[in-house]
C-alpha cells in the first residue's frame, strides 16, 4: 500500500495539510511525529553529544515510527506520517522497516508566511526565529539533493 511523508520545518504547513487528509479522508490513517512528545532535556541528553533534536533522538524516534507504520502498511491501509525529520533519517528507517515505495515531500513556504504562522496562528513566537528559518533551509537544500538520487521523493 501507499506510504506518504509530509516533512518540513515548524510552520510550513505540513499538519494542516496532514488535518485536512484525516478530515475528508477517515479510511487513511494519519500519524503526526510530535504525537510521541519531545523528551525532558534530561532524556535527550541520554543520547550523547548529538541529543538536540534534530539529532540521535530524532533518529530513533523515526525508525520506530517507521516500525510502527509497517505494520499498518501490511494490513493494506495507505497511511500519511507527517513531522520535520532529516531526510537521511526518513530515508534510512523506511530501508530498515524495509518500506518500498513511500512518496516523501518536503513541504515548504517563504519566511514571511512562517513567521506569521509561528506566532500569531500558532502562539508559538519562540520558535519564529533565525534556527527555525536555518533548520527550514537545511530540510529543503536536503530535499533538493535527495530527489534526484531517491525515487518518490519530492
Not at 48 to 67: A, I, N, Y
Not at 94 to 114: F, M, P, Q, W
Not at 140 to 146: T, V
Amino acid at each position: 500500500m501507499a506510504l506518504v511523508i509530509l516533512t518540513g520545518a515548524s510552520g510550513s504547513g505540513k499538519t494542516t495539510i496532514a488535518k485536512s487528509i484525516a478530515e475528508n479522508y477517515p479510511a487513511i490513517p494519519v500519524f503526526r511525529f510530535d504525537s510521541v512528545g519531545v523528551p525532558s532535556s534530561e532524556e535527550l541528553a541520554s543520547y550523547g553529544k548529538d541529543h538536540m533534536p534534530g539529532g540521535t533522538w530524532m533518529r530513533d524516534t523515526t525508525f520506530k515510527w517507521m516500525e510502527r507504520i509497517a505494520t499498518v502498511l501490511s494490513e493494506g491501509k495507505h497511511v500519511l506520517f507527517e513531522g520535520q525529520m532529516r531526510i537521511r533519517f526518513i530515508l534510512e528507517a523506511l530501508a530498515a522497516a524495509k518500506i518500498h515505495g513511500a512518496h516523501i515531500l518536503c513541504i515548504e513556504c517563504d519566511d514571511v508566511t512562517r513567521m506569521r504562522r509561528l506566532k500569531h496562528d500558532r502562539l508559538q513566537p519562540e520558535l519564529a526565529d533565525g534556527k527555525m528559518l536555518g533548520w527550514s533551509r537545511y530540510l529543503h537544500q536536503g530535499a533538493l539533493k535527495g530527489r534526484d538520487r531517491n525515487p518518490g521523493y519530492h
